[in-house]
């Protein structure tokens, strides 16, 4: 089984079948040696370029770390090359590194590669002279100085057939298609990897960008940079600067225009014929620019020097940005509020306004605002108040946490949003946190208060970025406030209450009901059982409440001791409510769903549709271990776990508490059914049939009082 898993092998082996495969490597410009740097030179040697003549002064590029595949891969690979891309200072790429230094070798471009396999050009035909030109057998490619290829791009979107992944190993490509062509292999849908900003495409894919590289090479196709290009670009500038300084100014705006429009005429079309033509590239960019901005220069001291009577455009008023400013704070748009505020001269009520406004970010747990915020303050008056104090408190809050994450749910708040110490209490929504009330595996449980009814609350986080992939995480929320919402219409007594559900930034809540008392967790241990008489009224009660959820179209999903609180008046409740199902969909990296597996149904096992029949196998698996102290299911593995959920009959709930009187061990038998339509269809029957056998024991157990009264 282990070998049929190891993908690596079977790539390897598929490598070294095809026989023409070639890899890519990465380097590093970190400028710091790596420490398998030997065992990485023994590994790439075979795949070197040798045949190199490095003039003097001649520089290329050069790494000394690198990214590289498997061994195995490289073993059976016709060859590798390296897939770094280095943008111009516009920030696009037109030029293909050809070679790179490491460490004493020269690896070829992935694309240089690809190009003399196809050209069937072997390792020793290849030579470069670095610096001027790299030869594949007597195919000469001009390079710049730094052995780069300027590429000559075929086209704009789409120049070269391009097929989805899923139709080729589907067989929806006949295979022919790809005889005799370069096969290029990468990844193109948005997200997976950023797109090239190219000439001719701002978001050219990476094997598209691969392609028109190996197009130019294999067809010819070069771009020639000229040596006297850089002089005469400087020439430009020159000749440009005298236009500016001396003629344009003497020139009416009209004029000065047409002038404008003849020289940035005459440049483009020499630059676009000597391109097309001669395949010739003159830098005309920073001539045209200094044409333009100078052009602008011009135009605006003319303005400036004839509208100087002209009044300026009227400022705004200071009452004006204060009131929009106080109506964005008093909605939580925190930032468009400062921006308001920052316009106005800080006078004595402006501090008070800013100090509030700090204090709401701090509330919100972006520290850095705040202190931001703070120290406008503490610009115009550093004894305003504390604001020296909270600027060193949340310094010191920033030393705890990644900087930057601390609204993301990233860093160390994320589980703990009073850990930061800066003396204001955290909020989530319009809720203040007051303490912390346990911590589980969705998120913590805080005691907060609503401020506009004071009214104590439990407040339920829960963190997405932690429980989910990317690109599950909103659907997650869709799942999450849907199911919020469905719990918020439940009103029964023994169903916690929900208020309300919201998010902020990337950690939601739930505020719900505060309950005083404790879970059924430390009931189902041996020796501090309840009577059975109660256990009967309380899965009775669940039952009840149970029923009523489903009746609505509710299914919890996840019942367990922990999920049952037991009031201190006697009451039982059952609590998560609306994130049940959307615990249930999060999945760890290896794609384990989380939860408590001992109480799952068979149906949840196998991935069948879940109604409120799992609810009822759950709530079995709980009447089971509340009278015996017991799970009915357990196991040492996973695996072993759902094979005896599935397929093993649960014990005879006697064999641990020979007191269980027989109808109740009916009820258990009755509720662990492993096939659904053989259970309790509702839970309301199963309430119905412990209320009754809990009247036959109250109306024992009164017949007994009786006798021994009697006696």
């Keep these: 089984a282990r070998k049929n898993l190891d993908n690596d092998i079977k790539l390897a082996e598929a490598i070294k079948d095809s026989g023409n495969v070639i890899l890519p490597v990465f380097f590093k410009e970190t400028g710091i040696g790596s420490q398998d740097k030997v065992d990485a030179r023994a590994l790439l040697h075979t795949h070197t370029i040798k045949n190199i003549r490095v003039p003097a002064n001649v520089q290329s590029h050069i790494s000394s770390e690198i990214s590289i595949p498997l ?78 290829l300027l590429i000559c791009f075929k086209g704009s979107k789409g120049p070269f057939k391009s097929f989805s992944y899923v139709d080729v190993v589907n067989d929806k490509i006949p295979f022919a298609i790809f005889k005799d062509k370069i096969v290029l292999i990468s990844a193109s849908a948005s997200g997976i990897v ?73 440049l483009m079309a020499a630059s676009i014929h000597l391109f097309i033509s001669k395949n010739l590239w003159i830098r005309v960019t920073y001539p045209i620019t200094e044409l333009f901005l100078g052009y602008l220069v011009v135009i605006t001291v003319k303005y400036f020097s004839t509208e100087t009577g002209m009044k300026k455009v009227e400022r705004e008023s200071a009452e004006t940005n204060r009131m929009l400013g106080l109506s964005f704070q008093d909605k939580g748009m925190l930032d468009m509020a400062y921006d308001k505020f920052r316009r106005i001269p800080v006078d004595d009520e402006m501090k008070d306004i800013l100090y509030n406004l700090a204090l709401d970010y701090e509330r919100k747990r972006q520290f850095n605002k705040a202190a931001m915020v703070y120290r406008t303050i503490e610009q115009h008056d550093k004894k305003f108040k504390d604001v020296q104090v909270r600027i060193k408190r ?62 104590k609350t439990a407040i339920k986080t829960f963190k997405f970025a932690e429980n989910f992939e990317p690109e599950q995480i909103e659907k997650a929320k869709e799942d999450f406030f849907r199911e919020a919402q469905s719990a918020g219409t439940l009103s029964h007594p023994n169903i916690v209450t929900i208020y309300d559900a919201g998010e902020e930034h990337d950690l939601a809540y739930i505020a719900m009901e505060f309950l005083e008392g404790h879970d059924l967790r430390k009931y189902t241990q041996k020796g ?96 089971f271990q509340l009278l015996t102290g017991e799970l009915p299911f357990y196991a040492n593995s996973p695996a072993e776990l759902m094979n005896s959920i599935l397929n093993i009959q649960h014990p005879d709930p006697r064999k641990y508490n020979p007191k269980i009187i027989k109808p109740l061990v009916t009820v258990i038998d009755k509720s662990l059914e492993k096939d659904k339509r053989s259970r309790y269809q509702t839970a309301g029957h199963m309430a119905a049939n412990l209320k009754e056998i809990a009247k036959k024991i109250d109306a024992l157990l009164a017949r007994k009082k009786l006798d021994t009264d009697i006696k």
């Design 194 to 266: 950023n797109p090239i900003n190219t000439p001719t495409n701002q978001s050219m894919t990476v094997g598209e960008f691969s392609a028109q590289t190996i197009w130019s090479i294999v067809n010819k196709r070069f771009i020639r940079q000229p040596p006297w290009d850089y002089s005469f670009e400087l020439l430009l500038i020159f000749m440009i600067g005298l236009l500016i300084t001396f003629a344009l100014p003497k020139l009416k705006a009209i004029s000065s225009g047409i002038l404008l429009l003849i020289v940035f005429a005459l």
């Design 528 to 623: 501090s059982l309840l009577s059975m008489i109660k256990v009967i009224q309380y899965i009775a009660d669940i039952a009840d409440a149970l029923d009523y959820a489903h009746r609505k179209g509710i299914v919890h999903r996840d019942i367990k001791p922990a999920n049952i609180m037991l009031l201190q008046t006697g009451l039982v409740k059952i609590t998560d409510f609306g994130i049940a199902r959307v615990s249930t969909s999060s999945k760890t990296q290896t794609g384990i769903v989380k939860g408590t597996p001992f109480y799952m149904s068979p149906e949840q096992f196998s991935g069948n549709r879940v109604d409120g029949r799992s609810d009822i196998f759950s709530l079995g698996i709980l009447l």
């Design 394 to 455: 949340l310094m010191e809050a920033s030393d705890k946490i990644v900087f930057g994450d601390t609204a993301l749910g990233l860093g160390p708040l994320a589980d703990d949003l009073l850990a930061a110490g800066t003396g204001t209490r955290p909020t989530l929504g319009r809720y203040e946190l007051i303490k912390q009330l346990g911590k589980g595996a969705m998120g913590v449980v805080y005691l907060g208060i609503d401020p506009r009814i004071n009214r």
């Design 71 to 148: 061994p195995p891969f490289l073993e059976h690979a016709k060859g590798i090359g390296h897939i770094n891309f280095g943008p111009d200072i516009d920030g696009r790429i037109r030029r293909d590194r050809l070679l790179y230094n490491y460490n004493g070798t020269y690896i070829p471009s992935y694309n240089l590669k690809l190009a003399s396999v196809y050209l069937n050009i072997p390792d020793n035909k290849i030579r470069v002279d670095l610096g001027s030109a790299v030869y594949l057998g007597s195919l000469k490619i001009p390079t710049t100085p730094f052995s780069e």
